[in-house]
């Protein structure tokens, strides 16, 4: 593999499989407002020094003084670096002036000078119709790579390249390393996706990952797909309680450590409630938590928590909030690893399922995050519990067709059941590895949470 240099992003150097080839020639590509100038001087000011500094070139897409003026409102800017360790030029007038042939003496002119270690052309693409004034694209191309190849720099062309350009534009041939910054859409939502398409002397992440604009830069959330891991490990064979004693004896005195559990019902039926029952049984007992939620706000929980008997501000109790208008999948699931890596949670709450599902490019990505979720989470002996909502209050859900609860380790169904008044019922569907009361069992909500019906006080509810 090639020597590599940072990107200016951890995560993205992830993707890269250790970051940017040096002493090569990156071309990045995308539509406008992608992010391209950004990640360009990202990468720049991540890298330069005096004795290996960047040098910026503008054509003329867009005005060298509104490429600094936008810059000085990044994090990352550094101005006490401008003139010392990154040098910022435009090419736009010899362009126009001269050609590309006046680019060409131009940029030998300024590697001459300013030795750099690395250099960006921003816009390249931009140059294209300067062709054939002095000399055409092709020619002026293979010199610039000619040139640039013979000096030991990292070199970075950004331009407004689309997909359908990779075949016939030469640029994409000369280039050593394809970074594509790009939109994915589902239905009503707009989610940003960084793309590798080439990249010689190494190895990267395939697919689409999802990235989001800021003040501090392209943050990048690298896709997660875990492979099938032949590998052991060490499972730790003891059971961790639910927290509602009448369903820990239908399923042998709790589920295994390290387990998932997928809860699904209809609105209202007691998903979040059941599952409050599992995190405070925890934190109860001086475990560390993490109630992953996007049903209800802080406010809401807190209400709904305390009114039995227990508080979401506990000090052993995360509580991670993020509102489904605006849900990236990738960035919430990078968030909730690191704050399970943070506080060393021993269960998580993840209310719900759904709102992950409609956030999800397509079913297949959300099952990629799902399958890795529960996957790592396994690994590690944490005890994962799922809620996902049905639409239909009454009757059998197809749960086949929603909520992966192939990849759970045990399945809670919870329904309405109404034959004058109306009451819920509980049915353990599945328990992977472990015995479970089998049929269909009342419950009650009281002060003191989800309580199962005496089997003294009636039959089992029939179907």
Do not use: C
């Not at 090419?91 to 940029?107: F, H, S």
């Amino acid at each position: 593999m090639s020597e590599r240099m940072a990107s200016g992003s951890g995560p993205l150097d992830l993707v890269l499989g250790g970051g940017l080839p040096r002493d090569a020639i990156i071309l990045l590509t995308g539509a406008p407002g992608s992010g391209k100038s950004l990640l360009a001087q990202q990468w720049v000011f991540a890298n330069a020094t005096r004795e290996r500094p960047a040098l910026y070139m503008s054509t003329v897409s867009e005005p060298l003084e509104k490429l600094l003026r936008h810059g000085q409102t990044l994090s990352f800017f550094d101005p006490r670096a401008i003139g010392k360790s990154v040098w910022y030029e435009d090419l736009g007038g010899i362009l126009r002036a001269r050609g590309l042939q006046g680019v060409l003496d131009q940029v030998r002119d300024m590697i001459r000078e300013r030795q750099p270690a690395m250099i960006v052309i921003d816009s390249f693409r931009a140059m294209r119709p300067y062709a054939d004034r002095s000399i055409g694209f092709g020619p002026f191309l293979h010199d610039l790579a000619g040139m640039l190849s013979a000096f030991p720099a990292t070199s970075m062309w950004v331009g407004d390249y689309l997909e359908e350009d990779v075949p016939r534009v030469a640029e994409f041939a000369v280039a050593d390393a394809i970074i594509s910054l790009g939109t994915m859409h589902t239905a009503e939502r707009t989610a940003r996706a960084l793309q590798v398409y080439k990249l010689r002397g190494g190895g990267f992440l395939a697919g689409k990952h999802a990235y989001r604009l800021s003040a501090d830069g392209v943050t990048v959330f690298p896709r997660l797909a875990d492979q099938a891991d032949s590998v052991g490990y060490e499972r730790v064979s003891r059971r961790v309680a639910s927290g509602i004693q009448a369903l820990d004896d239908m399923l042998d005195d709790g589920y295994w450590s390290g387990a998932s559990t997928l809860v699904a019902g209809p609105t209202g039926v007691g998903k979040t409630l059941m599952g409050l029952h599992f995190v405070f049984h925890a934190v109860d007992h001086g475990e560390p938590a993490i109630i992953a939620t996007m049903q209800e706000d802080p406010s809401q929980l807190e209400r709904t928590a305390s009114q039995f008997g227990w508080s979401v501000k506990a000090d052993n109790l995360t509580l991670m909030y993020r509102s489904p208008v605006d849900l990236y999948i990738d960035q919430w699931v990078h968030e909730l690893l690191a704050a399970i890596e943070l506080t060393g949670a021993t269960r998580v709450l993840v209310d719900s399922l759904r709102d992950l599902e409609a956030a999800a490019s397509n079913r297949t990505r959300f099952e990629e995050y799902v399958y890795s979720l529960l996957h790592r989470s396994r690994r590690r002996g944490i005890s994962l519990m799922m809620t996902y909502e049905l639409t239909k209050p009454f009757g059998t859900s197809r749960l086949s067709d929603v909520a992966v609860p192939h990849l759970a380790d045990n399945v809670v169904l919870l329904r309405y059941r109404g034959d004058g008044t109306i009451s819920r019922t509980l049915t353990m569907l599945k328990t992977r590895a472990a015995h479970h009361e089998p049929g269909i069992r009342e419950f009650r909500i009281t002060v003191d949470g989800i309580t199962l019906v005496p089997l003294s006080e009636g039959p089992r509810v029939a179907e």
